[in-house]
């Protein structure tokens, strides 16, 4: 659906406020008290606040949605309460791994993407999307984290055979045009279509992984409080 694809859009360029909620979110009940949980993975809390919070302030920046349409508006509450609950289910299961970004992965990994912009623009589209360098630092932390328990826990099923690489070579490069495009961009063919592959597989894989995650650690939602922010 779009709204649905508009969120992963913006979930995959600057991450999920989740790096906020988890500062918020992980303390314990007498600081919550008074303020009903909508998420609970593990000791990981998200209260009704974190949440509804962490939305304005995403489609605040971004006018994602039309706050004035209710379908669209749902639509997009539960997109962000599913990417969220994604997120939490992949931190839980870093702290069990003991997996982290130390702050030299961090650093090297926000220059690679800063030098992917002229001069001065990446501070313009922060700015345009309303993103503190400081949320966004922390955001970015996640989604490293995220990358790093997705590739220990599906690296190792995700084989790429000479006979794939063909079939798909066969499927999407066989006209020479497309391969015109790939030399003009300076990519090598067959390290894009490795990389297609792996991309293909492992999102293939990953459905049935986070379900198995959702098992393992189980999700609790308040339906009562997330039924009253859906109507409202």
Aim: with cysteine; net charge negative; charged share 30%.
């Amino acid at each position: 659906m779009a709204v649905e694809r508009k969120w992963h859009r913006i979930g995959l360029i600057f991450g999920i406020w989740v790096a906020v909620i988890l500062v918020w979110g992980c303390s314990d009940a007498e600081t919550n008290r008074g303020n009903a949980v909508l998420i609970q993975v593990e000791d990981v809390i998200v209260t009704v606040s974190d949440f509804t919070q962490a939305f304005e302030l995403l489609n605040a920046g971004n006018h994602l949605v039309d706050t004035d349409n209710k379908g669209e508006l749902a639509e997009a509450r539960l997109a962000f309460l599913n990417q969220m609950t994604e997120e939490i289910l992949l931190t839980v299961r870093a702290g069990e791994l003991d997996i982290e970004v130390t702050d030299e992965e961090l650093e090297a990994a926000a220059a690679a993407i800063k030098a992917d912009f002229p001069e001065g623009e990446f501070e313009q589209v922060l700015l345009e999307y309303a993103v503190p360098y400081r949320f966004w630092l922390k955001r970015l932390r996640v989604r490293l984290l995220m990358d790093k328990v997705i590739a220990r826990e599906l690296g190792s099923q995700i084989a790429i055979s000479p006979e794939d690489i063909a079939a798909y070579y066969q499927a999407h490069y066989a006209n020479q045009d497309d391969q015109d495009d790939l030399e003009q961009e300076g990519l090598d063919l067959e390290a894009s279509i490795v990389q297609q592959l792996r991309r293909e597989k492992t999102e293939a894989a990953y459905g049935i992984w986070i379900q198995n995650l959702k098992e393992k650690y189980p999700v609790d939602i308040n339906k009562q409080e997330w039924e009253q922010i859906i109507g409202s």
